[in-house]
């Protein structure tokens, strides 16, 4: 999406002499001319803060003015924005309470409905575009979405929504997760959001932090043509980027395990070994996926070891293009959530 619009430095921000002494070079040389955020509260909210506390008008840094920051970022890579060493919400809640009631979500009614499937989720940054992740909801209300968006170099991130249980509202954290050994490798920020379900097939809702807000909306898709069923035989698992440095290719066999369409697989390659299972939810193309990477024995350490967990679904599309889009194919997707190192992996 695009970059957030960034204001223009006034006076007042420089760094200034106050009752503690003056900045420290040290202090000097970590400025940056990035606008201050508290200028985007009202005029006269701010110069309560600049009578109440001398330093406010410095912002969170307490020479500069302003935290280090770098181009912004929005949701799926133009989500992410560089995080201050103490955030707004957290000054906000110690100095002025911030009223939460602006947080509360949207009275509604109707529900609880039944959400656990696949979804495509649609993002807009206010002022800004839009970017679509597709992915799927479980039984427990975790929701992870993947951007393949291959024009634009937005792919391979993840979105983590707040727990979407079928009430007919929820509120909580929105997390985007950067790919892996991309531009942005190992960031990730999280940001307050709302919404509500209006049916088994629809969900909206905003988003708020970091300087930038924006709405999301949501709706069932159909990746897969037909039903979900179990893969069986020789298949390929490739991760989106690179963790410390090494892309993740692993043939892989697939076999029938537990109930209804649950699969097992293993495979390894010159130094990884790796093992897991995609656990069919009730008789839904969803798949809670754990997938436990080790080293293999007198090889090179693997890049990523240990045992993780996320979300997969059945596709007939190969969004990342890794298999030319060959068709009659069955495609499988994990969104891994790995801390700095969440991943999504196709396998073909």
Request: glycine share 14%.
């Amino acid at each position: 999406m695009p970059d957030s619009a960034a204001g223009k430095q006034t006076s007042h921000l420089s760094p200034k002499r106050d009752k503690g002494g003056a900045p420290s070079e040290d202090d000097r040389a970590n400025c940056t001319t990035t606008p201050l955020l508290l200028a985007g509260l009202r005029p006269t909210l701010r110069r309560d803060l600049r009578e109440s506390n001398p330093q406010a008008q410095y912002g969170f840094c307490k020479w500069c003015g302003v935290c280090p920051r770098r181009k912004e970022k929005f949701m799926f890579r133009k989500f992410l924005l560089p995080l201050c060493l103490i955030s707004l919400a957290a000054w906000c809640a110690v100095s002025l309470a911030c009223g939460g009631s602006s947080n509360s979500t949207t009275t509604c009614k109707g529900g609880p409905y039944d959400v656990v499937g696949d979804w495509q989720i649609t993002v807009n940054q206010a002022g800004g575009a839009s970017v679509t992740g597709y992915g799927a909801i479980d039984s427990t209300g975790t929701a992870l979405f993947f951007d393949n968006s291959l024009t634009t170099g937005n792919t391979g991130d993840t979105l983590e929504l707040p727990t979407i249980s079928g009430s007919c509202s929820f509120s909580g954290n929105v997390t985007d997760y950067e790919e892996p050994g991309g531009p942005l490798s190992g960031q990730m920020v999280t940001d307050s959001a709302q919404g509500n379900v209006t049916s088994a097939t629809a969900l909206n809702g905003t988003f708020t932090g970091n300087g930038v807000s924006g709405t999301f909306s949501g709706a069932v898709f159909s990746p897969l043509s037909g039903a979900a069923g179990v893969v069986i035989g020789q298949k390929t698992g490739v991760m989106q980027g690179a963790v410390n440095g090494q892309g993740v290719l692993v043939p892989l066999t697939f076999a029938a395990s537990g109930t209804g369409n649950s699969m097992s697989f293993s495979g390894s390659n010159v130094t990884c070994s790796l093992t897991g299972t995609f656990t069919q939810v009730a008789t839904a193309n969803v798949f809670d996926v754990s997938m436990t990477f080790s080293t293999v024995l007198e090889g090179p350490p693997c890049a990523l070891t240990g045992t993780f967990t996320g979300i997969g679904f059945e596709s007939s599309s190969d969004y990342f293009g890794i298999n030319g889009n060959a068709p009659n194919d069955t495609y499988l997707y994990a969104d891994i959530l790995a801390s700095t190192n969440t991943f999504v992996m196709e396998i073909y």
